[in-house]
């Protein structure tokens, strides 16, 4: 797993042609969006039979098992004019959000804290499984939202002053795969674990271990950052991306390349002095948002990015609210109460809006199949 990020199917992108979804009614401890379900972009149903690849014996518009086109399921979420509705997975919140090919995973906020994880088709509300609970707040222990990455096996994730590691099937105690004092994020691949240390200097220092452990050799130094700018990054087919100021760096994963990295992309148009707030990597693909006073977001893709495309702004940018596929951006505007869709390869000035309504957004991941998002109350998943 890279960052969490995977390129979605045709049929799925399909049914993201819409221009608004909205949240169902979710029941106790969530919260109820609005419906605007009657978009003025068109319907992709013809009614029953509409034509997907062979035909199918389904209203198009509002079977939920093949909505919008033969055989795309909304996983337990109402199919409107074509178009699938979020669905409550579980009454909790997050801390830390990331999901793999087979699970949604989460960090409770709560004290002492535990991670957790459901199923992606999980039916909802559902009660997520512990996979570890520490007996005291060391998950974590800086807060970040970047503290919790998986492999197909097993969840990484900061513990007390280490980078540790669980199985996904749980565990009572964690194995340790490095020392980590000051960490900010945290990511993997299928064969190494990434993460980000400030350093006494108040410099960001980028470490690899393999995800077997690395205790005899210690961890590698892939580069450093002077300014200290980075507090997310991501990992791609070959490199590693980070924040410096405003642009993005990179560096190769293979090997050190010392202080700041070689140039990745810029951030054309945005203001001058606007600092990187959040970048996100999966699939061959980058995106980032810049801060204030224009928290545009930008994306291209890797290794050769050329002129980044802007695909669209938040009103404030928060960690954890951007997410990425090798096809798609979607984020979280927190003032709006939307959740936000673009292509990587621009949507003009149109982002789509696939859910509103939504109270105090959080966080944002996205598998191959599913977006997941979180509230201060609830999880939301929604087909794409």
């Known amino acids: 797993m890279r960052a969490h990020w995977i390129v979605p199917v045709a049929a799925a992108a399909a049914a993201l042609s819409c221009s608004t979804f909205t949240e169902p009614n979710p029941g106790d401890g969530a919260d109820a969006g609005s419906d605007s379900s009657s978009s003025s972009s068109s319907s992709s149903s013809g009614g029953v039979d509409g034509g997907g690849e062979g035909g199918c014996a389904a209203d198009l518009s509002r079977d939920?098992?093949?909505?919008?086109?033969?055989?795309h399921d909304c996983a337990g979420g109402d199919c409107v004019g074509g178009r699938c509705k979020p669905v409550l997975l579980a009454n909790e919140t997050t801390l830390c959000f990331t999901s793999d090919a087979d699970d949604v995973l989460w960090v409770r906020p709560t004290v002492p804290r535990s991670i957790v994880g459901l199923a992606l088709d999980s039916v909802g509300p559902a009660t997520p499984r512990t996979i570890y609970e520490a007996t005291t707040g060391s998950i974590a222990p800086l807060a970040t939202t970047q503290c919790l990455t998986s492999t197909a096996k097993d969840v990484f994730f900061f513990d007390q002053s280490s980078v540790a590691r669980c199985p996904k099937s749980g565990c009572s105690a964690p194995s340790t795969l490095a020392p980590a004092s000051q960490p900010s994020a945290l990511t993997a691949d299928a064969t190494n674990v990434y993460w980000l240390l400030l350093n006494p200097q108040f410099k960001r220092q980028m470490f690899s271990c393999p995800i077997a452990g690395?205790?005899?050799?210690?961890?590698?130094?892939?580069?450093?950052?002077?300014?200290?700018?980075?507090?997310?990054?991501?990992?791609?087919?070959?490199d590693l991306y980070f924040p410096a100021l405003g642009e993005i760096h990179s560096c190769s994963i293979s090997k050190s390349c010392g202080v700041g990295g070689s140039p990745f992309a810029s951030s054309p148009g945005a203001p001058a002095g606007s600092a990187v707030e959040t970048l996100v990597v999966s699939s061959g693909a980058a995106a980032w948002q810049v801060g204030a006073?224009?928290?545009?977001?930008?994306?291209?893709?890797?290794?050769?990015?050329?002129v980044p495309l802007r695909v669209g702004a938040a009103s404030v940018p928060t960690a954890g609210s951007l997410g990425i596929d090798g096809k798609d951006v979607y984020w979280l505007d927190t003032n709006k109460g939307q959740v936000l869709r673009c292509a990587v390869a621009g949507c003009g000035s149109s982002p789509t809006v696939i859910a509103e309504g939504q109270s105090r957004l959080l966080q944002i991941t996205v598998s191959s199949r599913y977006v997941f998002w979180s509230t201060d109350k609830a999880i939301f998943r929604l087909a794409k």
């Open 214 to 238: 690395c205790s005899a050799v210690g961890p590698t130094l892939i580069a450093t950052d002077d300014n200290a700018s980075p507090s997310r990054f991501g990992v791609g087919a070959n």
């Open 64 to 71: 939920s098992k093949n909505c919008g086109a033969c055989g």
């Open 293 to 306: 006073p224009s928290y545009d977001i930008f994306a291209c893709t890797e290794p050769s990015c050329g």
